[in-house]
């Protein structure tokens, strides 16, 4: 499996979106570092001469974490979404494949091989995205900005948050196995859609005391939870859970509406089941 | 293992009962060259990518290298340079090579000897460091019938291998099928171009319209219609009168008083039968020589023959 690993890679590294979205994900983050030194001096400034504006940045900080993270996932989802949805029907349109599985491997062998390399290489990006951000909202401005972590709540908030792109890999490879490119990359930019969309359906309800919109959210997560990791992973970086003024803390990337802890597990068995059929699927197909 | 690298039997793809290939019972010798002949569409890709798995039989069943297909024993000890090559062009040749080379557990050094000496034998060393999208179509295919041989294959599927070659390139992959089969490989050859396959081929097997006419020693295949060229004098007085069961006649040539005939027989048998007619009736025959057919002859003889057959089946059907 190790060749096909590393045929992954190279192939993801030598694509031109690989190239553009880290170039455009390093402006992001020096971007955001820019941002969060201005507000952190006005806030320093602010704070020396009324004490009373903690809570100010408090809100202040959270926000601008939040709203970095959730841009973050948002660049990670395309990226997920754009290097694996055509990587096995691009091959398969192109006639590629045919040599590959003329040798001597499993055609299970080659979806694994494909799935580790890209959700290896894809954890890794997302990982060093949520580090990224995290590093400038403790350090940048000499921490002004700096939102109160422990270790555990970084590193619980960075699984959910790489969990993401692992699980947009794993149906962006069944919709590989059994789909055009084309076709397979609409869909699954529409689930993602759903998805977050569903999501702040689901605060908004929340917020309006509205079970119609909590429900319409409920389902869009259960089509696909991309919404509910999200929220997992502020949940677990502010350590907001069940806190009556979250919302009031975090802004529009506040979790009114908790998603259930079983929404983990939830995550990790759509992603299996997404995994497993494609196995079955491209298993069984022509090439 | 027998003495077939490849058996197969009533060996289907169909896509909803059409197209494809159809039935197909064929037997491919150890160390020939196996040329699988038929027009655009007849089905000979459709049977090369279900022998190799890439397409699910619908039919039948097949072994290769004793193996049944489909499994990764099957695929051992094969090569394949597939009709419709393409290659990542974001990887240089050398880079594919190492690639496949991995795919086939070839250790650090005998990946490194086993590069070297493929791009040796297709003619593409010192060109193996630049990408293969600057590669002509060409040397994407020289590069991809590298790949096929990198493994050192027992059997090799080469599907029109010369498609995008030069003149001068056909001849080295000529060459290169006639090296191969010396070193005992089979080679299962696919292609129309039957003027190329009749030089290298020693079985061939016929496909039209996804079945399978015929198949065996192209040469014995080659004598189901005797051809005799006759070189004869009419003398004064006498007339030509050819026997009935020709199956066809005409004159290649005429120079002063000798005519130059090409008869066409049904059976071997009728060889000396129709000499003996000619002496009979006064004609002198100066020589009569067996004309070797070529491919395209034999091609066209069992596809008509094929064709014929289908039409007689369906006036009796239809009656």
Redesign the interface.
């Known amino acids: 499996m190790?060749?096909?690993i590393?045929?992954t890679y190279?192939?993801m590294i030598?694509?031109r979106i690989f190239a553009i979205t880290l170039l455009m994900s390093l402006a992001f983050l020096v971007l955001f570092g820019v941002a969060t030194w201005f507000v952190g001096e006005k806030i320093s400034e602010s704070l020396q001469q009324e004490s009373d504006l903690k809570v100010m940045k408090t809100f202040f900080s959270t926000q601008l974490l939040g709203m970095g993270l959730y841009f973050g996932s948002f660049i990670t989802a395309l990226l997920a979404i754009f290097s694996s949805v055509g990587i096995i029907s691009s091959d398969v349109e192109?006639?590629?494949i045919?040599?590959?599985?003329?040798?001597?491997?499993?055609r299970r062998t080659y979806l694994l091989g494909k799935f580790f390399g890209l959700a290896s290489l894809l954890a890794i990006y997302s990982a060093l995205m949520f580090l990224g951000l995290a590093g400038i909202n403790q350090w940048v401005g000499n921490g002004a900005m700096a939102v109160q972590l422990t270790a555990w709540q970084i590193f619980s908030a960075m699984g959910c948050f790489v969990l993401l792109p692992i699980i947009l890999v794993c149906v962006a490879l069944l919709l590989s196995s059994v789909t055009t490119t084309v076709t397979g990359g609409i869909i699954l930019i529409i689930l993602y859609g759903i998805g977050f969309i569903g999501g702040f359906v689901e605060q908004l309800g929340a917020l309006l005391q509205d079970q119609s919109l909590i429900n319409i959210g409920i389902v869009s997560s259960l089509l696909f939870p991309a919404d509910s990791l999200f929220r997992m992973a502020t949940i677990s970086l502010f350590d907001t859970a069940d806190n009556p003024i979250s919302f009031a803390t975090q802004g529009i990337f506040g979790t009114a509406s908790p998603p259930s802890p079983a929404m983990l597990y939830y995550s990790l068995c759509y992603g299996l089941a997404a995994l497993l059929l494609a196995l079955r699927i491209f298993q069984?197909r022509?090439? | 293992m027998g003495e077939h690298v490849i058996e197969t039997w009533n060996l289907s793809k169909q896509y909803d009962g059409k197209g494809g290939c159809k039935e197909i019972t064929l037997q491919v010798p150890r160390g020939s060259v196996f040329g699988f002949l038929g027009q655009n569409g007849a089905g000979k890709s459709t049977f090369v990518r279900t022998m190799l798995g890439l397409l699910h039989p619908t039919g039948g069943k097949a072994m290769m290298l004793g193996h049944p297909i489909g499994t990764v024993e099957s695929r051992q000890k094969v090569g394949y340079l597939p009709e419709l090559f393409r290659y990542p062009d974001w990887l240089t040749g050398r880079q594919l090579l190492e690639y496949h080379a991995d795919l086939c557990r070839l250790s650090r050094s005998e990946r490194k000897k086993a590069i070297r000496d493929v791009l040796d034998r297709v003619g593409m060393a010192g060109r193996e460091r630049e990408r293969i999208r600057s590669y002509s179509k060409g040397m994407q295919q020289r590069i991809g019938l590298a790949c096929a041989l990198l493994s050192d294959p027992e059997l090799l599927f080469l599907d029109e291998p010369t498609s995008a070659l030069d003149p001068i390139g056909r001849k080295e992959v000529r060459e290169l099928i006639a090296s191969l089969r010396d070193q005992g490989k089979t080679i299962f050859l696919n292609s129309h171009l039957l003027s190329e396959m009749e030089t290298v081929c020693d079985y061939v097997g016929i496909i039209h319209r996804s079945e399978l006419v015929v198949q065996g020693e192209w040469r014995k295949l080659s004598m189901v219609k005797p051809q005799l060229e006759i070189t004869l004098e009419v003398p004064e007085g006498r007339t030509l009168v050819w026997p009935p069961f020709l199956s066809g006649v005409r004159q290649v040539r005429k120079r002063d008083s000798r005519e130059v005939w090409l008869a066409e027989l049904d059976r071997e048998e009728q060889v000396p039968v129709l000499l003996e007619a000619l002496i009979a009736g006064g004609i002198a025959v100066h020589e009569a020589a067996r004309k070797q057919q070529s491919l395209e002859e034999v091609f066209l003889y069992w596809i008509k023959r094929k064709e014929e057959e289908a039409h007689v089946a369906a006036h009796q059907n239809h009656l």
């Not at chain 1, 040599?99 to 499993?106: D, F």
């Open positions: 190790w060749p096909l590393k045929i190279r192939e030598s694509k192109s006639h590629q045919d040599t590959w599985l003329a040798r001597a491997i499993t069984k022509d090439v």
